[in-house]
């Protein structure tokens, strides 16, 4: 089969991989039909992520076809459409039965952290992604979801990851009716995090970026206020004055790793293969919620220690709730609202780029080109 392949920092290329086999008997093979690429994909382009292997598959978003299914599979057929959440969990264990799908216990060796991802190197536990033709999918009675005959594959697709982890960004704020709520970032996970505010009572909805283009899509998709923190200057100062010097109810930091400027970051993660995070962002939300208010994190940090204000955090009394999204916990109530016109998801797709093509779409991603927000990859054979 064609694959995008990891050849090394800022090395990516379509290329002949072997096609995947049914390794166990709960398994299935997913005939990929949409990927795409996510921001936190340039963490592993950008060499950043420790254990990223020459030859791993990208591509923790798909959807696409059953091709072939394990003998004890009993919810999937061949043929099915199906979506299946960037979280590979088992369902069974202490975590999986209390609805954290993103925190199971059995599929990643370094459990003790993050369970298992798609694509996201061997640090989630080594499963090739979704940048590809095919896909093995294991545990696949409890991962992967029949998609609705209604539901688009561009709408589908963008429900593996962006919108529910934008979605419970919104939940980890505690958001109560009237709040004000700050978004720190306008990509994907940004524009669905602002645009799910609105949906649980926030007020007043503030989005901060560097990005003027991702800015004016902040302003029409989700309908917020918008600042450019280059041209703002003192960010923190800014929030402050906007919220009648208190500072926000909720932040939500929607950035994570590499937060503009955290050029110390590029430098040790790159030659220490060390994935941290920037402080950059946290702080601005530690610093601009106001008292006893509450951040949310779901970002892409990793283990590497960095200068966060826990001190100042402590001192305010705030709550900062984190994890990475379980997102099929998220699929009942986000079915409904795009069903009901709510949230269309795909009105943030701005490119289609062919698999055999993916290098392009790194780079156009990476380096923000052509007013690039969200881009779908498309593989040869759908």
Not at 309 to 330: E, S
Not at 373 to 382: M, N, Y
């Amino acid at each position: 089969m064609l694959a995008m392949t990891y050849r090394g920092p800022y090395k990516v290329r379509a290329e002949e991989k072997d096609r995947p086999k049914i390794e166990h008997p709960g398994d299935a093979i997913v005939r990929v039909t949409l990927a795409a690429i996510c921001g936190s994909d340039l963490h592993l382009y950008h060499g950043m992520m420790p254990d990223t292997r020459i030859g791993h598959t990208f591509g923790h978003e798909f959807i696409g076809v059953v091709d072939e299914v394990g003998p004890d599979v009993r919810n999937l057929k061949v043929g099915d459409r199906v979506m299946v959440p960037f979280n590979v969990f088992c369902g069974s264990c202490y975590f999986c039965v209390r609805g954290l799908y993103s925190n199971c216990h059995n599929v990643n060796p370094n459990a003790t952290a993050v369970g298992g991802i798609y694509g996201y190197s061997h640090t989630t536990g080594g499963y090739d992604g979704g940048q590809a033709e095919y896909v093995r999918v294991p545990f696949a009675d409890v991962g992967p979801t029949v998609i609705p005959d209604w539901m688009s594959d561009d709408d589908a697709v963008l429900l593996t990851d962006a919108l529910p982890t934008g979605y419970f960004g919104a939940q980890l704020g505690e958001i109560v009716e009237g709040d004000t709520v700050v978004v720190l970032g306008s990509g994907p996970v940004g524009l669905f995090a602002a645009k799910s505010a609105w949906l649980m009572g926030a007020g007043r909805v503030i989005v901060v970026d560097h990005l003027d283009y991702r800015l004016q899509k902040a302003r029409e998709f989700a309908h917020a206020e918008t600042y450019n923190f280059v041209e703002v200057g003192d960010v923190v100062l800014k929030i402050k004055r906007l919220t009648d010097g208190l500072g926000a109810d909720v932040v939500i930091d929607a950035v994570g790793a590499e937060a503009d400027g955290a050029v110390l970051q590029h430098v040790t993660s790159a030659k220490l293969k060390l994935q941290g995070g920037s402080p950059v962002a946290l702080n601005w939300a530690i610093d601009s919620v106001r008292k006893g208010g509450t951040i949310s994190v779901m970002g892409a940090y990793g283990p590497l220690f960095s200068a966060v204000k826990f001190g100042d955090a402590m001192n305010k009394g705030l709550r900062i709730n984190t994890n990475q999204c379980p997102v099929k916990r998220q699929w009942p109530r986000l079915f409904e609202h795009i069903r009901n016109g709510y949230l269309t998801p795909s009105e943030i797709v701005t490119h289609r780029i062919p698999l055999e093509h993916i290098q392009d779409g790194y780079h156009l991603f990476s380096n923000k080109l052509d007013g690039i927000i969200k881009p779908l990859v498309v593989p040869t054979a759908a």
